[in-house]
């Protein structure tokens, strides 16, 4: 059993930084894609990044390309999402979650993850 656990929310103001971190424990997590997502009040949950199993590769959403950067550091089991330059609009619950099957590249689709966190609030003030 995978557990994961999000850290480094909080609430900022229009155009400054945060880094959330997502630690996991249980299973190393070295072959396997992870991803984040956010879900703001009354809206879908939507993709944000996602990076493959051995960090080669990385996927953004539209919204945050150029201002987001997702790294991992598998000997920490960890994953992190870089904000910069952050807007009123990212404001949400950011999720990381583990992908289903081993060794996939990083995947924009909530299905293909089987593993969740509980979720960081991220509020952006204008």
């Known amino acids: 059993q995978v557990q994961l656990v999000e850290s480094g929310g909080g609430l900022v103001q229009a155009g400054d930084s945060l880094r959330l971190s997502c630690a996991g424990s249980?299973?190393?997590?070295?072959?396997?894609?992870m991803g984040w997502f956010r879900q703001a009040p009354g809206k879908e949950r939507e993709f944000v990044a996602a990076?493959?199993?051995?960090?080669?590769?990385?996927y953004y959403g539209d919204s945050v390309k150029g201002r987001f950067t997702i790294s991992r550091d598998n000997a920490k089991n960890t994953m992190y999402l870089q904000m910069n330059s952050l807007k009123p609009e990212d404001t949400a619950v950011y999720y990381c979650?583990?992908?289903?099957?081993?060794?996939?590249?990083?995947?924009?689709?909530?299905?293909?993850?089987?593993?969740w966190g509980q979720g960081a609030q991220v509020t952006v003030s204008s």
């Open positions: 979650a583990v992908d289903k099957l081993a060794l996939r590249l990083g995947r924009p689709e909530k299905e293909a993850y089987g593993y």
């Open positions: 249980g299973r190393t997590l070295r072959s396997y894609g």
């Open positions: 990076i493959n199993w051995d960090g080669g590769r990385t």
